[in-house]
């Protein structure tokens, strides 16, 4: 999956959708023509819409790649998803961001795992703030950040979505 980052923050250059899933609506929001956010309904950390820019048609570029994949994916037929993001946030939520691309589908880490690998072993408090920032949930697989005893810790999209995201992966 390809990553970029930095921008000014404004809305010039941004468009937005809504599309149906398995886990209600989603807001997909392009930066420049690249997936730069994916809230579900409720989540935790959304801007407002006035943020994200013209509404457009689901299937409208750049939308039509990033609906493709998903429906794939919620069908069991995707495990790694290949469109392009654009991750706005500090250099240290960036690293996490890169970091959770690493973890495998199906497979699940703890905060403090995802510490270590970042060579910060004492920052898994740290990581857990960056990881619930998380901008574009599911395709930056924040949802397999779980607490060192197995807990199902929070999730900006609920802790049920959560759940659901794991045991679409463990079929």
Known sequence: MSVTT???GNTTGKQ??????????????STGGVLSALYMTDH?????????????PAGAAPFG????????????ELRQFTVP???????????????????PYGETWSYGQLAAELGKPNASRAVG?????????IIVPCHRVIG????????GGGLDRKVRLLELEQK
């Open 129 to 137: 703030l960056a990881n619930g920032k998380n901008p574009v949930s």
């Open 44 to 56: 935790r950390h959304q801007p407002g819409e006035e943020t994200f820019g013209e509404r457009v």
């Open 16 to 29: 937005y959708t809504v599309v149906d899933s398995p886990l209600g609506p989603l807001t997909l929001v």
């Open 85 to 103: 993001v654009h991750l706005e946030g500090t250099e240290f939520q960036r690293s996490v961001w890169d970091q959770l691309l690493r973890i």
């Open 65 to 76: 790649e990033v609906v493709r994949e998903l429906t794939a994916y919620f069908a069991g």
């Open 148 to 155: 060192a005893s197995g807990a199902m810790t929070g999730y």
């Open 6 to 8: 930095r921008t000014t």
